[in-house]
């Protein structure tokens, strides 16, 4: 069984920063695409930024020149770093990844989330 544990968030100023990680782990065969996703209350969920196997990115608009995104296949890991926070960007995250497992080809895995508090 495949499983996404997400860690780093929680309270940081405006202007501050954050790194995020996600560790996915299990009967993993392939990795395809990793992202991170966000909601914040009242909202959809929104893609924040992608990677795929080989390294491109993708980022939404509203967080270009601020966050970057990258992982470790070596470690099955995918990071966010999210500097000059804003208020706005107040939200759970959540990690996604395309997998291969030996049981399951190719499906949507989600981590549980992780709270990003941008506040002074």
């Known amino acids: 069984q495949v499983q996404l544990v997400e860690s780093g968030g929680g309270l940081v100023q405006p202007g501050g920063s954050l790194r995020l990680s996600c560790a996915a782990s299990?009967?993993?065969?392939?990795?395809?695409?990793m992202g991170w996703y966000r909601q914040a209350p009242g909202k959809q969920r929104e893609l924040v930024a992608g990677?795929?196997?080989?390294?491109?990115?993708n980022y939404a608009d509203s967080v270009k020149g601020r966050f970057t995104i990258s992982r470790d296949n070596a470690k099955n890991t995918v990071y966010l770093q999210m500097n000059t926070l804003k208020p706005e960007d107040t939200a759970v995250y959540y990690c996604?990844?395309?997998?291969?497992?030996?049981?399951?080809?190719?499906?949507?895995?989600w981590g549980q989330g992780t709270q990003v508090t941008v506040s002074s």
């Open positions: 990677i795929t196997s080989g390294g491109t990115t």
């Open positions: 996604n990844a395309d997998i291969t497992s030996t049981t399951r080809r190719r499906f949507d895995y």
């Open positions: 299990g009967n993993i065969v392939i990795i395809y695409s």
